[in-house]
Every structure is written in structure tokens, then in C-alpha cells.
């Protein structure tokens, strides 16, 4: 990969990122690919596509008022592979639930690939961070 793909691979992930910590949901979700999975330490399952892990969105702010108020990332790398890239960081996200404002500390992995000309997400894996 050059450096041309570099860039476009981390303004497509820069983009996802924005997106989620303004909490803008439509534009969030655009950045991932239909058939992308989810696996997250807060669900008991893999999520097998971005219509589940949407209808999940959706329960949390219905059922909780979930809203994402901020989200910072940190010590990020990025590993490419032909039309494959692999970001890694460590995230912190403002979020409020029930009323209530908290802090979430993770680490994340996003597999990106470049579909029909366009980085999307293909996988993201995200765990707690102590």
C-alpha cells in the first residue's frame, strides 16, 4: 500500500470515529459494510451484520437513552495489506445511559477493506481496557 491508501484508509476510519463521538448515527453506520461483524465485551454474541448491531443502537436508546457525548483515540496503529487494513487504538468514550454521564475505557481493533472503491469496515472488535 502507498501512502495515497494510507491516508484514505485513515480518513474513512477518522470519519467512523467522528461520527460515532457526535453521535450521529446514520453517518456512523455508512462507514461499515452490510455484511460487517461486531464483537463487543458488553454482548454475550457476535454480531453478524450492520443491520444487528443497528437494531442493538436502537434498543440502547430506546430502552436506556444511550447517547454517545464524546470519544477520544489513542496510541494508534495501522498495518496494510493489499485492500485490507487493520487499525488498533486505545478509546475513551463519554457516554450518558439512563441520565447518567460515564467514561468508557477500551481498546479497539477495525478491519477496513476497500469495497468498490471505498474503505468500510469490515470487522470490529472491542474489549475493555483496565
Given at each position: 500500500m502507498n501512502d495515497e491508501q494510507e491516508r484514505a484508509v485513515l480518513a474513512a476510519i477518522d470519519k467512523i470515529i467522528d461520527d460515532f463521538g457526535h453521535h450521529r448515527r446514520e453517518a456512523y453506520f455508512s462507514g461499515f459494510a452490510e455484511e460487517?461483524?461486531?464483537?463487543?465485551?458488553?454482548?454475550?454474541?457476535?454480531?453478524?451484520?450492520?443491520a444487528e448491531y443497528e437494531a442493538v443502537w436502537a434498543g440502547w436508546e430506546r430502552d436506556n437513552g444511550f447517547a454517545v457525548i464524546e470519544c477520544t483515540?489513542?496510541?494508534?496503529?495501522?498495518?496494510?495489506?493489499?485492500?485490507?487494513?487493520?487499525?488498533?487504538?486505545?478509546?475513551?468514550?463519554?457516554?450518558?445511559?439512563?441520565?447518567?454521564e460515564e467514561l468508557?475505557?477500551?481498546?479497539?481493533?477495525?478491519?477496513?477493506?476497500?469495497?468498490?472503491?471505498?474503505?468500510?469496515?469490515?470487522?470490529?472488535h472491542l474489549s475493555g481496557r483496565d
Amino acid at each position: 500500500m502507498n501512502d495515497e491508501q494510507e491516508r484514505a484508509v485513515l480518513a474513512a476510519i477518522d470519519k467512523i470515529i467522528d461520527d460515532f463521538g457526535h453521535h450521529r448515527r446514520e453517518a456512523y453506520f455508512s462507514g461499515f459494510a452490510e455484511e460487517a461483524t461486531f464483537v463487543f465485551h458488553t454482548s454475550e454474541r457476535r454480531l453478524e451484520s450492520r443491520a444487528e448491531y443497528e437494531a442493538v443502537w436502537a434498543g440502547w436508546e430506546r430502552d436506556n437513552g444511550f447517547a454517545v457525548i464524546e470519544c477520544t483515540s489513542t496510541n494508534r496503529r495501522i498495518q496494510l495489506l493489499d485492500d485490507v487494513a487493520i487499525f488498533s487504538h486505545d478509546v475513551e468514550t463519554r457516554v450518558r445511559i439512563d441520565g447518567v454521564e460515564e467514561l468508557q475505557q477500551e481498546r479497539e481493533s477495525i478491519v477496513m477493506r476497500e469495497l468498490d472503491g471505498q474503505w468500510l469496515c469490515v470487522h470490529e472488535h472491542l474489549s475493555g481496557r483496565d
